[in-house]
């Protein structure tokens, strides 16, 4: 293990050309450099996204250009722009249909809450009712910075996450489900609004 | 060495436009015209009080599509391009009239100011904007109306006359319900097939999803406050309570 190992001890050994590691770090360093995006965007946030991607803002600096046509081959699924009621059960199928680990960005206002749009009918009110969401991005449409920001602190999520014991990460404990049910369309509005499991807004209470 | 620059101008040896490019005919004579080239057509002239002043067509369903047709085909209109096809919902209303009645007061005749109340009924409205890409001119603007908003919303579809016209009349069935008879593929282009209501219609209410509003005002308050949980004695930031930690693990 990593923290057993004096810090001291490792950058001299370091100096000597000898690089001592564990399992977990090299895992996580690997998989945190190699993030490959799920190509599809929803609205003008993906506008923003395809210029993280081209070459001023260079999201493959940091690993993540490789945006995959393909589910199966996802790690990260960035929900870039407003999601419609009507595109929701499609979201979550992809979802669904991504291997783990999988992580999801919420980009731009839309992504979170519905946005502008929030009072439509036709608008779903934050993709985090139907999947878990592991960074969110405010901005309507956040610039790329904001988007490379988010992608970083993934990147520090990645890099924290644990192999083994008690607190280790969520793709590899069986008992956490790694698919979600897919919505259904109601006559009126989706079936369920949102999955009581995965949305646990904050508890608000006020005066009446 | 520079070309000399052309000035276009109208006195020069250019044929002169088309009588029909400079003003196209009122709108009371297109009525008379196409009244008379469709036998039985009964048109109305909606007039369109304010700023636009846009009065329009209103024409009898039974004879729409007769009279779509003398628009588009008409060497003197030749509408051939129909730019925007949307819904109207009219809900029932009461329209206040104050009508001057000569009236017996006091032995004296006088000119006494007499409200009536007239009760319009509620009804849907499909409006059609044409134009004339050969002639470039319009709009030539027309309505149709359905006998009600419940059981009655049916109209003629202008989709075998313009083409154009059938993605926004499948989106006029969609928002408003109004069923277009004659349309070649009238299924719901925007909502899900399975979704029932019509929502652009003024009596749509729609799912109350306003359980988790962080910073709610006007209209998205009063909905919020359905979901409150009554507190009378606290207020203010101390009642956002974080999640529980463990809750979320």
Known sequence: MTEQIDEGLRSELQRQGIWVTSMQELYNWGRQNSIWPLQFGLACCAIEMIATAASRYDIARFGGEIFRPSPRQADLMIVAGTVTKKMAPQIVRLYNQMPDPKYVISMGACAISGGPFKQGYNVLKGIDRYIPVDVYIPGCPPRPEALLHAFMELQRKIDSQKLTGTSKAEHLDPTQPSEFPVPAFGAHDLEPPANPDVFHPLKIERQS | ?249
């Open chain 2, 1 to 249: 060495m520079a070309a000399e620059p052309q000035i276009l101008s109208s006195s020069d040896g250019a044929a002169d436009p088309p009588a029909s490019l400079l003003a196209m005919e009122s709108l009371e004579e297109i009525k008379a015209r196409a009244e008379a080239a469709v036998p039985g057509a009964k048109i109305d002239i909606v007039p369109n009080p304010g700023p636009a002043n846009q009065p329009s067509l209103l024409i009898d369903n039974g004879h729409a599509a007769a009279i779509a047709r003398f628009l588009r085909d008409d060497p003197a209109l030749r509408l051939d391009f129909c730019s925007n096809a949307t819904g109207v919902d009219w809900l029932e209303r009461t329209a206040k009239k104050t009508v001057k009645v000569k009236k017996m007061i006091d032995g004296v005749e006088k000119d006494v100011d007499e409200a009536t109340e007239e009760k319009i009924p509620g009804y849907l409205e499909a409006v059609y904007h044409l134009y004339s890409i050969a002639l470039k001119h319009g709009p030539v603007i027309i309505r149709m109306r359905t006998a009600d908003r419940a059981e009655g919303t049916r109209l003629p579809s202008l989709t075998p006359v313009y083409r154009s016209a059938e993605f926004q009349e499948r989106e006029i069935f969609d928002l408003y319900g109004i069923r277009l008879d004659g349309h070649p593929d009238l299924r719901r282009i925007l909502m899900w097939d399975e979704f029932k209501d019509y929502p652009m219609r003024k009596d749509y209410r729609e799912p109350d999803d306003y359980e988790f509003e962080p910073t709610p005002h006007d209209e998205v308050l009063e909905k919020a406050r359905k979901h409150y949980s009554p507190r009378p004695q606290l207020d203010g930031a101390e009642n956002i309570t974080p999640r529980n930690e463990a809750e979320t693990r």
